[in-house]
């Protein structure tokens, strides 16, 4: 006994020890070690902290006082504070008012600074991501005898996957920022320093202890490298002294001055590796049930005859997850870690086994040859909680006669071709909302940017709302929106409950259960009274099926009718009404915890997923990705425009029977989905059986991920330009399809599991893309290239855009002739 619990009294010594030795030790020197408060650059006014938490938290945000340092000789200095109104002078309160300059002191760069075409297009402080402006951060002190240069930013071997790098220069040695006057012979980086960073880092906030980031001969070639492709912020005038150079969690938070290129910022910075004693003592405690699974695990098959799949090196406890953090998404890392170790890898993220398929071939074998062995979901703590006792749904459910039976009501019922076609003038209409909105925006600003963005999603989340719920208005339409929007970000992807389900602890340390529990209860709330008037309208009109049926219709019939085993339950119908719209908009939630239920009278309600899921998430997504790659590669777009106006030149308008005959229009979005699956790792699947799969063991229970992102630019399947958007290549390979016959493209999945809502998504997809490129000449903003269109994807499952797409446009149509044509 004393012998099993010795790895784990280890680990917690460890923690101790370690968490002992990351704490600096009180009064223990920091850079540079200045005497004196009155020395200190930025020091401490009297009475001023300039540390917190005893010594935990740093305020590094300089005091705006009015000797503040100008950036130049002779240039503004200090802001002025005035008090306006004095208590002394009779009124009843004391009014101070400030004026200063936004780059002035301890502040913060938007791109629009020095680059015009970001400034037209809306780029300011507002906008910028506070994701990049709070998180882990490095501080390291540059060679002192020199600008940064690109041999002085090689010199620092800054690892990959660091997004954060404060540097502290010569700048705080001479005490700057506390020179009245100004410094023109400060540090900062030279041009092709900020080059070097650029290509060869993945930093995405720059921070310095002087008012420029850029050395002063390299003042504007340095600023424009860093602003050519807006997804690098630059802090400036920091203060850096009295910190030791090491890792810290940064707090940046600017004033939302929209229309203004720069503003000050407060900037602290909590000991990131003081807060670590906190998880090192945790850890041995989540390691104890893991180790016990193990151990059972291992008893009940042993070690001989196994060839599981290769993968890279893990650690105790966490397994694999070191590897997907940091340095790109998930995805990506996968990608990259199957470069190394092969197309079908093992993976241990926390006590989660999980095969990963990144080839077609692996696919094929996954999806096809043992579809039936993989054909069921993984399960999930946090799916459990949202579901209950009612299942999984057609999503997560397990493969059986429950789900054959479900899946062909919904695809003989809800997403038939007659039902796709039947929702058209809903489609017809909130294109046509759509463009006049557009048309608008543009009218009232010829020269300005107008967002794409939120206006693709608004038309998607409204034409799906009035599929689901019709054309009625019904008093809570505004509510159910919102929650909607509530609810595509309550669902959890993998947290800690996800990764050691066996563990209490880890359920009682995260915040999720109680939001989740919190948000299904308003959920059903309110679907109640949206149902009750369905049912009330339905009773009043006196008929059952018509022409006009909404979803909510169609699935209130099929419950009277109760002609099946698996009848529909009034849950159901909820869970169907919020998933076809949550997957419409921007669904971040990770489709890898998911649960194995019971066939109770509450199960149907999550059986529905599958039906909307992956091929509604599409329209958003797509759409957006598809105008930002249109937006990349303007022979592309023009190309399409001339196609689509060629044939629709007599019509005025979009005319969505004959879009089929677009061919150019469909290898335009058939190249998006291979670049961009909306579900890059698809939605998992779990080992029921054993099997192997090209001579490796897959174990009994596993979670297999297929990363279509990946297969869809593996240079194996589609040649050496595999990264380029190129929809001709689809002239070459034009018997490749999308709807799970061909493994090389394969964003819907494939199988038994494949999404059939690909249809209904696709519908709003070609309708809108088609309808906005012959209604409008689209370019990018003044002064914007090509090649700096942000392509950022968004943290999370989907390859959501992370950027607004901004463009200018031009009408080609008046705005009335399209209201009387849509």
């Given amino acids: 006994m004393a012998a099993s619990r010795l790895p784990l009294l280890l680990l917690l010594l460890l923690a101790v020890v370690a968490a002992r030795h990351a704490l600096p030790a009180a009064g223990s020197d920091a850079h540079p070690g200045y005497d004196g408060a009155e020395d200190t650059c930025g020091g401490p006014a009297a009475g001023r902290l300039e540390e917190y938490g005893g010594g935990r938290i740093l305020d590094i945000t300089h005091a705006y006082r009015a000797d503040l340092p100008a950036f130049a000789p002779g240039a503004v200095t200090g802001p002025v504070v005035r008090l306006k109104d004095s208590m002394a002078n009779g009124t009843l309160y004391n009014l101070s008012e400030l004026k200063m300059e936004c780059h002035m002191g301890t502040h913060v760069d938007a ?24 998180g882990p951060t490095l501080l390291v002190d540059t060679p002192r005898n020199t600008n940064i240069t690109a041999k002085a930013m090689e010199s620092l071997n800054v690892p990959k996957g660091v997004r954060r790098v404060l540097f502290r220069t010569l700048n705080t040695d001479r005490k700057l920022m506390w020179k009245k006057g100004g410094d023109l012979s400060y540090v900062g980086f030279t041009e092709d320093g900020a080059q070097w960073l650029v290509d060869n880092t993945d930093i995405k906030l720059v921070g310095i202890d002087y008012l420029s980031v850029a050395a002063y001969d390299h003042l504007i070639t340095a600023h424009v490298v860093f602003f050519k ?14 910190v030791k150079a090491g890792i810290y969690m940064l707090h940046c938070l600017p004033l939302r001055l929209v229309g203004s290129e720069g503003s000050p910022i407060s900037s602290t910075m909590p ?18 049930p893991a180790l016990l699974l193990r151990s059972r695990s291992s008893a009940s098959r042993g070690h001989g005859g196994h060839r599981l799949p290769p993968g890279p090196w893990a650690l105790p406890i966490i397994g694999h997850l070191h590897h997907l953090i940091g340095g790109g998404l998930p995805h990506r890392r996968m990608r990259d870690l199957a470069r190394r170790h092969g197309p079908l890898m093992l993976l241990r993220l926390g006590e989660i086994q999980a095969v990963v398929a990144s080839s077609a071939e692996v696919a094929r074998h996954i999806l096809k040859t043992h579809d039936v062995a ?5 399960t999930g703590t946090l799916t459990r909680l949202w579901y209950q006792d009612a299942g999984g749904g057609v999503v997560f459910a397990p493969y059986g006669d429950g789900w054959r039976q479900l899946r062909k009501i919904f695809t003989v019922e809800l997403l038939s071709s007659r039902r796709v076609h039947a929702f058209r003038p809903v489609r017809e209409a909130e294109v046509g909302r759509l463009l006049r909105s557009v048309a608008a925006s543009a009218a009232a600003k010829p020269e300005a940017p107008v967002n794409l963005t939120s206006g693709i999603a608004l038309y998607v989340l409204e034409s799906t709302v009035r599929a689901i719920i019709g054309n009625r208005q019904f008093m809570e339409r505004g509510e159910y929106l919102q929650m909607v929007k509530d609810v595509t970000t309550a669902v959890p992807g993998m947290s800690l409950p996800d990764l050691f389900p066996s563990s209490r602890l880890a359920m009682r340390v995260s915040r999720m259960p109680a939001h989740l529990l919190r948000t299904r209860a308003k959920m059903h709330r309110l679907m109640d009274v949206i149902i009750q008037e369905h049912q009330e309208f339905r009773r009043v009109a006196g008929h059952d099926e018509d022409d006009d049926e909404d979803l909510v219709d169609v699935l209130l019939r099929l419950q009277k009718e109760a002609n099946s085993q698996y009848p529909l339950t009034t849950d159901n119908i909820k869970f169907v009404m919020l998933v076809s719209s949550a997957y419409q908009t921007q669904t971040q939630r990770s489709p890898s915890t998911s649960m194995v239920g019971g066939r109770d009278d509450r199960e149907n309600l ?69 670049l961009h699956p909306p579900l890059p790792l698809l939605i998992p699947h779990q080992c029921a059986s054993p099997c192997q799969v090209l001579g490796h063991d897959v174990p009994e229970g596993a979670m297999v991920m297929v990363n279509a992102w990946a297969i869809g630019r593996d240079t194996a399947a589609w040649g050496g330009a595999a990264e380029e958007f190129s929809p001709e ?55 914007m290239a090509a090649e700096e269109v ?22 080609r149509v008046p705005v009335l002739a399209m209201a009387e044509k849509l």
């Avoid at 075409?117 to 990049?132: I, N």
Wanted: charged share 25%; hydrophobic share 50%.
């Fill in 111 to 134: 791109p629009g600074h020095m680059n015009q075409g970001h400034f037209v297009a809306g780029l300011d402080v507002d906008k910028l991501d506070l994701d990049l402006l709070n």
């Fill in 229 to 242: 492709i807006p997804n690098i912020i630059l802090v400036e005038g920091l203060k850096l002294d009295d």
């Fill in 271 to 288: 000991a990131m590796v003081a807060d670590l004693l906190f998880y090192l003592l945790l850890l041995p405690l989540l390691a104890i």
């Fill in 374 to 378: 993989f054909a069921t979901r993984p």
């Fill in 606 to 674: 999550y059986h529905m997923q599958d039906m909307f899921g992956g091929g509604s998430e599409t329209s958003s997504t797509t759409l957006l990705w598809a105008m930002a790659e249109l937006m990349r590669n303007p022979l592309v777009r023009h190309k399409l425009q001339d196609e689509l106006r060629r044939e629709f030149a007599g019509d005025g308008k979009v005319v969505e029977e004959r879009l089929r005959g677009v061919s150019y229009l469909h290898m335009v979005i058939k190249e998006t989905l291979r």
């Fill in 729 to 783: 290549r689809f002239e070459r390979w034009c018997d490749r399809d999308f709807r799970g016959a061909d493994m090389e493209l394969i964003p819907f999945g494939a199988g038994r599991r494949i999404c059939p809502g690909m249809t209904m998504g696709l519908a709003n997809v070609e309708l809108a893309l088609a309808a906005l490129l012959f209604h409008f000449d689209l370019e990018l903003p003044a002064g």
């Fill in 790 to 811: 942000d392509m950022t994807e968004a943290a999370g499952v989907t390859t959501w855009r992370k950027a607004d797409l901004l463009v200018v446009v031009v009408p």
